[in-house]
């Protein structure tokens, strides 16, 4: 019998680094992390990740064939390769591709961490069979992936949408994009501290939240509190839930996907979050849309649909572009 | 030499229904309209309209092939034919494309009227040779089509996105669609004169426009003001495009389209509406998207966007969808 045919998936985020091989089937035949260590610079990192890639690959490499690897990560740009000044990270402009290419011979692909996530869903979660939904992750920020008719929204430039960054209150919480009232600044594990400080300022209850310092709150501690009745915990998760819900509306009214998929950390609270969302979603959609575009939660295991995602852009050719066609393209333009 | 092919472009609006004959390459043929009567019921419209389109296709029938009908109408639903409750017309849901095809044996297709203007602006004006691009159709109303990888974004359901109904003010001016603040009650010839009253009431400076009704108020006439330099009419082209501006930063923040076509007649304005949109859009775009989207005027002659987009329905097979399949699909869902 031959060997099998595996692709790598890496999941680049601010604090660690996921990586897995996955057969062709959606299936994990291996997973590990490194962490990802913010202020190393993407030389360093890359031979610490590839190091640590083909130490585990040797394990596999009698009974398996890496064909490609797929990359996602923060500020990553599909069309020409790079990573561009990611916020969580101290890089620049990175040629990650090229970089990456350095050590496999392989096809090497890269797209941002939601649009990998929304592939994941698409191939193997809760996407499967829909041709136009949208995932949202929820983690230290809000990003977007975007499928429409069976494809990922790219613009010409291969930047993505960055729903995360739409205004939703005029004059309101400073972001890092250096604007305010993005979204993100509510909607996410550092937007819902951030209503919790609002809330402690704003009302006299007691609250467990009053003891904590806003560098050690968590979203993870948020939600173990509102679970616990702390009505300062749930005033913020609902909060949360009703900008995000009003957002969400806004977009389904131009888009109207079949499905929105939340996914990432702040989404592990469950229904603490997703009931407001919910209500507050439906409650704003247009009159001939309610009833139609569908909430959920990703089904697919703990940080593993960007990592399963970025596999497939390899076994796939996402929008019509190659692979191969983009890997040259990049060396082309970076030598 | 044999005859040429012709299609019939239909746009129904509210008021007059302009109905063409398009050539292949995108030339019109002749031209005309009727009023559209809007206390007639849809049986004696269709009458009336399938009337003139015979009476003036014969003039040409010996030397063009009439090879199919397009139609652009408001609420009509691509995917089955029909015209769903229409807010401006006393019709409740009818299926359009059937009923057309009792008086013609040609292909018929339907489509909204932002979607045909898309669907012109794509085939033959600033949109040609762009894969990404939104067409807003600044009428009584806010219409929007949007193209993504070349095709038309519809919904499963075959509704189209209403970007008109993004809620820009929460808790805002009342909209037909029984909320409150969507985009349209601020940026359509109808919001700014609401934006006129509400400006009226707010200031005291003389103004030409305290001597208007509302009823009696129309785009035109604080366009002709504004030119003048009344300042309550200057104000409100300002309001509006700071609406606006803001409203497509948001949509281009998910989308990040390569231009926004602006179309209809509050755009007729000019300058007045456009720099406002321009700076206040620009201001808001995310760093990265900066200088990366182009707001546009359409440059196709007055009304005849949709036209020319409805005789391409036929021309073209849209999203995939064969029209033939789409009628006898719509045949079969209504009989």
Known sequence: MGKQKITAGIDIGGTNTVFGFIKENGDSLFSS???????????????????EIKDSYKVYADNYTLTGIGIAAPSANHFNGTIETPSNL?????????????????PVAITNDANAAALGEYEFGLGKGLKNFIVITLGSGLGSGIIINGNLLYSES????????????????????????????YASANGIRRTVFDLIARYTQPSELRNISFNQMTGEIIS??????DPIAIKA????GEILGKALANLATSFVPEAIILFGGLVDSGELLLEPTRNHFENNLLNIHKGKVRILKSTIGNGMAAVLGASSLINKKINNNPIEFDISNNIEKNN
Chains 1, 2 share one sequence.
């Open 237 to 240: 998760f609902h909060y949360t």
């Open 224 to 229: 173990d509190l509102a679970i616990k009745g």
């Open 90 to 106: 101290k890089w620049g402009k990175v040629n990650f591709v090229t970089m990456i290419k350095e050590y496999f011979e392989v």
């Open 33 to 51: 992390s490194i962490p990802t260590n913010s202020n190393e610079d993407a030389r360093k990192f890359i031979i610490r990740l590839t190091g």
């Open 158 to 185: 291969g930047l993505a949408g960055e729903f995360g960054h739409t205004i939703v209150k005029p004059n309101g919480r400073y972001c890092n994009c250096g604007r305010a009232g993005c979204l993100e600044t």
